[in-house]
């Protein structure tokens, strides 16, 4: 069974404030993806990460995906009230049927 | 962009009952359902992954004959659960994958409370 470990499960900063959310695994996957879910709503999609070493940003938030293709981190700068909610990291098993396993989230609550 | 519809968004329904719960791609067609289920301040457990015209495959522990689920469509996939209990309350959540578009699209949810 493959598995997503993801942390910190909460956390709460002061607007301004840096912050890396991490995905760990002892598995490969095909692709790692990060997602954002509001209350009540499907997750949505903020990026997929394909490569090895591959890094993508989305204005404040940096996506790296490790050499290896196991981690994953969510980096934010000058986090703002409106980066609160939960992130959910989501890794693709490789092979023929594929499928995507997340890990269990970041709680992230930005204070103003 | 990939638009996956769920119906319906909330559902309250007595103890013994059955629920379905319908997923639909609106403007591609899903090779590949894929069902989840979210409790409370939990991250989104895979139930079943189904592709069209096959039988659903359940993850472990997930009972399939609890948990009904028909690709019977590129377009439509149904998950029933049958004699439902107050403890298979929870919010179900839906993806569709599609033959062209390889990216995962999550319908909005239903959320199921079993009285």
């Known amino acids: 069974t493959q598995l997503l470990e993801q942390s910190p499960q909460f956390l709460s900063i002061q607007e301004g404030e840096n912050l890396t959310v991490y995905c760990n695994s002892s598995?490969?996957?095909?692709?790692l993806q990060w997602y954002r879910q509001e209350p009540g709503e499907g997750p949505v999609l903020l990026v997929t990460?394909?490569?090895?070493?591959e890094v993508k940003k989305l204005k404040r938030l940096t996506f790296q995906f490790g050499d290896a293709r196991k981690d994953s981190s969510l980096h934010i700068t000058a986090a703002q009230p409106g980066d609160t909610g939960l992130y959910l990291c989501a890794g693709e098993t490789p092979g023929g049927y594929n499928k995507l396993i997340f890990g269990a989230g970041t709680r992230l609550a930005v204070h103003p | 962009g990939a638009v996956v519809s769920q119906h319906p968004s909330w559902v309250i329904c007595k103890s013994g009952t059955s629920v379905k719960i319908e997923c639909r791609s609106l403007d591609f067609q899903a090779t590949t359902m894929f069902w989840y289920r979210q409790f409370p301040k939990q991250s989104l457990m895979l139930m079943a992954t189904s592709n069209e015209g096959s039988k659903a495959t359940y993850e472990q522990g997930v009972e399939k004959d609890k948990f009904l689920i028909n690709h019977a469509s590129l377009t439509l996939s149904t998950l029933t659960v049958t004699s439902a209990h107050p403890e298979d309350s929870s919010f179900y959540i839906c993806s569709a994958r599609g033959q062209v578009n390889y990216g995962y699209t999550f319908g909005s949810g239903t959320r199921l409370t079993v009285v």
């Open positions: 598995s490969v996957f095909s692709s």
């Open positions: 990460v394909v490569t090895g070493g």
